[in-house]
Every structure is written in C-alpha cells, then in structure tokens.
C-alpha cells in the first residue's frame, strides 16, 4: 500500500522559511550564490591545488582529438586505443584513423539492428516497455566496448585521410533526427505488414534510405584505397591498394577479439563473478552480443593498472559529469563541498545511484597514464575527446578516489585476468531487462 501526504501548506511554508532564516550561512551563501556559480563556490581549493599531472607512468606521446559536438566518445577511444600501435608501426605522432569511417558502418548497422528489434516484437502492443524503450533510444551516437569491436571485427578501419570527418560527423543532431523520423515510420510499417515477403520489402526499403542519407551526410565509406605516407623521419612508403580489412590487419597491434569486459555493478541483484548481457543491445545483427564480467572495482584498477605498465592504453567508460572541473581536466570524488553549503548529506553509495537513477555510464575515454606508490594507484592520466583547450592540453587527470565512484567498465584483455576469472567468462550470461542502467551508451 503507498503512503498519502497532505497538501503543503502555508504553516508548512512559514516553517521553512524560519528554517531558512535560523541558520545565519545560509543568507551568506544566498548571496555568494546568486552572483556566480555554485560550483566555482563549492570547489574545494586543496583537491586542486594538490594534484598534479606528473605520473609514475605514463604513455602518450600523442595529441588528443576531438569529437566535437556528437556522441561519438566510445568511438573515439576505441579509435585511439587502436591508433597507438598504428603510429608505432607507421613511425607517426600526428596519425588518427578515421572516426567518420567507423560512424557511417555504425548508423547504417545500427538501422537494421533497430528493424529487427521491432520485428522481434511485432507481436506486442506500443505500450509494451520494451518496445518503448527501442523505439524511445533509436540513433543515439552513444555505445560500448562491444559495440566498437563488432564494427572494427566487421567493417575494418581506415586512415581519417581516407575519409575525413564531415559537417554531420562533427555534427550529428540534425542527421540523426532525420534517421529517427525514418525509422519509426520504418517501425510503424514493419508492425502492419501483412507476412514475412511484404516485412523484407518495408526493411529493404528502410535500409536503402538510410544509406542514400548517410552517404548525402557522411560521404561514401571506400572499399579499397591507396596507402602511401611519410613518417616522422622523413621516409616515404607506398603499400599501394588496400581494403579497410586490409589495414587493420597489416598495422593494428591490438586485436579487438582478445579484449573482454569488465564492469563494476555493485548492486546487490548483480552477483560477482558472474556475465551479464542486456536485452536488445547491441548495434550489429549477428554479431558478438554485448557481454561483460560483473567484478569489484579493485580488480578494474589492477587490470587497468598493469596494462599501462606492460604499455598498453585502456579504454574505459564512467559517468564523466560527477565531481568534475571540465576547464582545468581534474576529477576527485570529493571535489565539491555542496554537502557543506547546502547543509546535508548526500549518502547514496554507487549501488544506490544506480537503483535510483542518480548515476549511469555517459561518457568512454582513455587511460593512458597511472602514478603509482607502492603498486597502489594514485591518480589516472586520463585522454578525453573534446580537443586540447581543456586539461593538460586535453588529458585530463583523475584521482583514484573518483574512480571507484564514477568508473564502471573497462575493455582488458582476457589472458590478463587471473584464471578464475578467465573460466568465468564462459558462463551463459544474466539477461537484464533493455531499460537496465548497466545497458547504457557512452556519449559525452
């Protein structure tokens, strides 16, 4: 049975404003408040004076990107983890592989992906919450590790030479509204068709708007190219014609097909040692299925850490917009004295943020640097994707105490996890339901 509350009242008013009146700082902070920002009053001046951008280690020799004004950080990452290796074997600092390449091969995937959701549930009502939630989520530029390897797995990779970013790559709002209006009426038409034949023709037709829309935005993704470059010394080199499989095969170090998930899901629903997977996620149809390991976050920490020590970025997803100070790059879980301005408590822990949508994944980066003290990680050097007049010229530094707060998944390779872990990436996974917080995109 729910409980009832009466109607506020003017007692009840009156009561809150003599509690207002009765604490002499609040009329302080009131006036600090509204004249600047509270969270330029509420920063805690010793966290940002006590940290720093020097690391134990630390990899990147490399300027960061910029995904500009889309949802593309997962793909940013993942990219960059990828290039790291490239610029070694190409002998090049300044090398990036094309974002807009693996956009379009996402988009157009992640359409059919969308069509055969809606077919799987042709048989419920529009009220059904599953399939509110597909129709409500279709194109978002967000995703997951998963999703980022089944495109490279798939659709290969090429030089962002080969196809370079566009005003709708920077700029996805407006070809992803006309995306969305395209296939809910696709949606609409799939659930009245009359069987499987009169299906196939409303899917055939959906998918050939959708690429004639992506190629207008994007450009057309090349099936072979010629690759010639000079690197840092001064020497050129010509591999004449290649295909995107081509290049990802010849000069990636890091197989997408080694690396697993991990996540940090504390909730009580969600054991430990245990694989999930959540329904309808997921961009390519008949690809690997999002899959992740649920551990503690110590073990996130140690796997990340080892990595960069054996000189290996990891990509990562977090909830970016906690307890962060965007323009200097710092992120530190007790960045914000609101607790003290407001004059409560916020007490909900990571398991409760999750229950009570106070926290989801929003937003995939990379860590490419860790100082250490005693094996025991300090702070994280962190490359972000929002260009270099942020941070340290684009890296942002994060202390460890953030990390186990905001941080909640991590792509690591399997044969560095103990053999426990390893055998229990073999269980069939939990399905969790489409709405799950743990089912969310990264999109900062």
Known sequence: MGISFT?????????????????????????????????????????????????????????????????????????NLLRAGAMERLGRKDFELSQNHTLFWDKLERCNYFLESVAQLADRGVDDRTLAYVLDDVMSDGGQWNMFAALVRKHGVVPQTVMPETESSSHTAPMNKSLRRLLRQAARDLRAAKGPEAAAEVRSRALATAYRMLAIHLGTPPTDFEWQWTDDDG??????????????????????????????????????????????????????????????????????????????????????????????????????????????????????????????????????????????????????????????????????????????????????LPQELQAALDQEPIVLPAWDPMGSLAQG
């Open 235 to 416: 020497d050129f080199h010509r591999d004449g014609r290649m295909t995107p499989q081509d290049f990802r095969d010849r000069y990636l170090t890091v197989n997408v097909d080694d690396y697993v998930c991990l996540v940090d899901d504390p909730r009580e629903s969600s054991p430990r040692g245990r694989t999930f997977t959540v329904d309808q996620l997921g961009n390519v149809v008949g690809g690997e299925p999002v899959r992740y390991l649920n551990v503690d976050a110590d073990v996130l920490k140690t796997v990340a850490a080892q990595a960069i020590r054996d000189g290996e970025p990891v990509w990562f997803g977090c909830d970016v917009g906690q307890m962060e100070e965007r323009q200097l790059g710092i992120w530190d879980a007790h960045l914000y004295d609101l607790e003290g301005i407001y004059d409560t408590r916020f007490e909900l822990d990571k398991a409760d943020r999750l229950d009570y949508h106070e926290t989801l994944m929003t937003h995939a980066m990379l860590f490419t640097g860790v100082d250490l003290v005693d094996d025991t990680p300090r702070k994280w050097r962190v490359e972000n994707s929002w260009g270099d007049d942020k941070g340290d010229k684009g890296f942002f530094t994060m202390n460890d105490s953030w990390f186990g707060e905001y941080v909640f998944e991590i792509a690591a390779r399997r044969d560095r």
């Open 7 to 79: 109607p506020l009242t003017e007692q009840d008013v009156e009561l809150l404003r003599k509690e207002f009146d009765a604490r002499p700082a609040n009329r302080l902070f009131q006036n600090a408040v509204t004249k600047t920002t509270i969270t330029d009053l509420a920063l805690d001046r010793q966290i940002v004076t006590g940290i720093d951008t020097s690391m134990s280690h630390r990899l990147d020799t490399w300027q960061v990107t910029n995904q500009q004004k889309s949802g593309r950080c997962w793909m940013f990452a993942g990219l």
